[in-house]
């Protein structure tokens, strides 16, 4: 730097050159006075017309805020009509509310996840699912292109389980528009299956070269708020989680109460309300329902973290033990052979056959 100096010094005493750059910033200089006389030639009034654009966003954008918090202050102030409504008792299943939204899923949260951060959440914890992985309550598959599916990915193989058919059948849809024509770009041998059942019943096992065994990574994301019976959800969950194991993982992004009391009076004031549109119950104790399940199921927790006043959860659990592996299990008998109607609510011509990347047929 200091050469540099040193002969830019050197430049402009001894060589015009020098003298050059100083008429190039005297002609700046001019250029830029010029462009002052310009603008004072614009009439007052256009120029008041100007300046008079961003106050009206700026106010506007202040009036919005204002009315959009005197709303959630009058609605915070309300008594609720069932002062008992979190509750899990007084919620009503609401969770085939989906067969009816599936269309209009996607549009209705979307933007709303991507201001809140959710989609970045979603990524980082779809990305440490390893192994042959269970995403139960997957719905329109929002977090199918997160995946480390690639070739020399970590993941062997996916489930995507819905209560939902039509839910589940956008996540397929999604499934080809995102891979279709790159197969040879994932990882050979990948399974990928979609299977519209209930997750509080027994479900299929992974399926490895060995046969059956049971998952590496169990993924729920907005899952507990969905379904009459979070504590089954999770412990069906465990019965499907490979314990011997040591990495093998539960990893959940769940909605609920906050710690702000204030703002659970809104939730539960509306949740009724919002339970009955939208199929979730979003005034839940994420908190306790979650570790109530895993003091009961043998789990214990490896993180915990919260956002958007505590409403937002991501909770990640692993087996309390680890148990001795268990023998690979038959081809044939229960979990091979075709799931008996009775694990399937709503399967009744959905097509979900197993398949590697480049067989699939929709
Ligand atoms: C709020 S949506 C979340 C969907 C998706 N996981 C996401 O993050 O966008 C809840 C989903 O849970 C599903 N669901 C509710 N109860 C279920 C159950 N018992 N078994 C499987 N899925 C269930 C619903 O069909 C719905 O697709």
């Not at 899990?88 to 709303?112: I, P």
Request: glycine fraction near 6%.
């Amino acid at each position: 730097m200091q050469s540099l100096a040193r002969s830019a010094r050197h430049v402009a005493s001894r060589n015009p050159a020098g003298a050059t750059i100083f008429n190039l910033n005297a002609s700046t200089q001019i250029s830029s006075s010029a462009r002052w006389s310009s603008r004072s030639q614009v009439s007052p009034q256009r120029r008041a017309k100007f300046q008079a654009l961003p106050a009206f966003f700026a106010w506007t954008v202040a009036g919005g805020i204002a009315f959009y918090s005197a709303q959630l202050l009058v609605a915070a102030r309300q008594p609720c009509a069932n002062p008992n409504i979190s509750d899990l008792a007084q919620q009503t299943d609401v969770s085939t509310r989906y067969d009816d939204t599936a269309d209009k899923f996607d549009s209705e949260v979307g933007f709303s996840e991507w201001l809140m951060g959710i989609l970045k959440i979603r990524k980082e914890l779809a990305q440490q699912c390893k192994g042959h992985v269970l995403e139960v309550s997957c719905g329109t598959g929002r977090n199918l292109g997160y995946f480390d599916v690639y070739t020399k990915g970590q993941v062997d193989s996916l489930t995507f389980v819905d209560l939902s058919a039509p839910m589940i059948d956008i996540c397929k849809k999604k499934w080809v528009a995102l891979y279709a024509g790159k197969e040879a770009l994932l990882k050979p041998g990948l399974v990928v299956r979609f299977l519209p059942a209930t997750a509080l019943d027994r479900l299929p096992l992974a399926p490895t070269a060995e046969g059956p065994k049971k998952y590496d990574t169990i993924f729920q994301t907005m899952g507990l708020c969905s379904t009459p019976d979070p504590g089954q959800l999770i412990a069906n969950m465990v019965e499907h989680l490979d314990t011997s194991n040591p990495d093998a993982r539960i990893i959940l992004l769940e909605h609920g109460r906050s710690y702000r009391q204030w703002l659970n009076n809104i939730l539960d004031g509306s949740a009724q309300k919002h339970a009955e549109l939208h199929g979730c119950w979003y005034n839940r104790e994420i908190g306790a329902l979650v570790s109530e399940a895993a003091e009961r199921c043998g789990l214990v927790l490896v993180r915990e973290r919260r956002y958007h006043l505590g409403t937002t959860w991501v909770v990640e659990l692993k087996p309390a033990k680890v148990t001795k592996p268990a023998p690979p299990m038959a081809q044939t008998g229960d979990q091979q052979s075709q799931p008996k109607k009775t694990l399937y609510q709503r399967s009744k011509e959905f097509i979900s056959k197993p398949f590697s990347g480049i067989a699939l047929k929709l």
